[in-house]
């Protein structure tokens, strides 16, 4: 087994919604990104890439790269579980954290929960915290992602 952490952070900018953990939430601004912004399934992507010596996700996604212009990072996400799976690991758990003042999470976290579990695996669980009005996070210039990974070799695919 092995595990990862994951950090991402977006600033908020021009828009009405922003992704998170997979979910589209309406929002009085959107976030300034390359693709959809959405820090947990960023987080996520690393604490992964991160717990199986992979790389990170600006390796595999760079912000270089016009085709991940806009993307949904759902899809980074499935490929990144792809990733894994070529090299004989399998998401075992993954918790994220998810700091902003706004939104708030627990009327979507249930969603969020599912659809993450759902593409990953297996159980991904989302917190929210705030920063108490500490900082340009607590100012509600942004929003930030830490997420755990936990990983196992598949035993199907090792001897």
Same mark, same amino acid.
């Given at each position: 087994?092995? #595990?990862?952490?994951?950090?991402?952070?977006? =600033?908020? +900018?021009?828009?009405?919604?922003?992704?998170? *953990?997979?979910?589209?939430?309406?929002?009085?601004?959107?976030?300034?990104?390359?693709?959809? +912004?959405?820090?947990?399934? &960023?987080?996520?992507?690393?604490?992964?890439?991160? $717990?199986?010596?992979? *790389?990170?996700?600006?390796?595999?996604?760079?912000?270089?790269?016009?085709?991940? $212009?806009?993307?949904?990072? #759902? /899809?980074?996400?499935? &490929?990144?579980?792809?990733?894994?799976?070529?090299?004989?690991?399998?998401?075992?758990?993954?918790?994220?954290?998810?700091?902003? /003042?706004?939104?708030?999470? $627990?009327?979507?976290?249930?969603?969020?929960?599912?659809?993450?579990?759902?593409?990953? *695996? $297996?159980?991904?669980?989302?917190?929210?915290?705030?920063?108490?009005?500490?900082?340009? #996070?607590?100012?509600? /210039?942004?929003?930030?992602?830490?997420?755990?990974?936990? #990983? =196992?070799?598949?035993?199907? /695919?090792?001897?």
């Amino acid at each position: 087994m092995r #595990i990862g952490s994951g950090f991402d952070v977006h =600033a908020f +900018g021009p828009g009405d919604s922003i992704a998170l *953990g997979g979910v589209r939430i309406p929002h009085s601004r959107g976030v300034i990104a390359h693709s959809d +912004g959405d820090v947990v399934l &960023h987080a996520l992507c690393d604490a992964m890439l991160g $717990a199986a010596g992979l *790389g990170d996700i600006g390796m595999h996604f760079p912000d270089t790269d016009p085709r991940w $212009a806009g993307a949904d990072s #759902i /899809e980074m996400l499935r &490929h990144v579980v792809d990733v894994l799976a070529n090299d004989a690991w399998v998401p075992v758990n993954i918790d994220c954290a998810v700091v902003c /003042e706004r939104p708030k999470l $627990a009327p979507r976290r249930d969603e969020m929960q599912a659809t993450l579990t759902s593409a990953v *695996g $297996a159980p991904v669980s989302v917190k929210g915290n705030r920063a108490e009005q500490i900082g340009a #996070i607590g100012a509600g /210039e942004g929003i930030v992602c830490f997420a755990t990974a936990l #990983i =196992a070799r598949d035993a199907k /695919e090792t001897p």
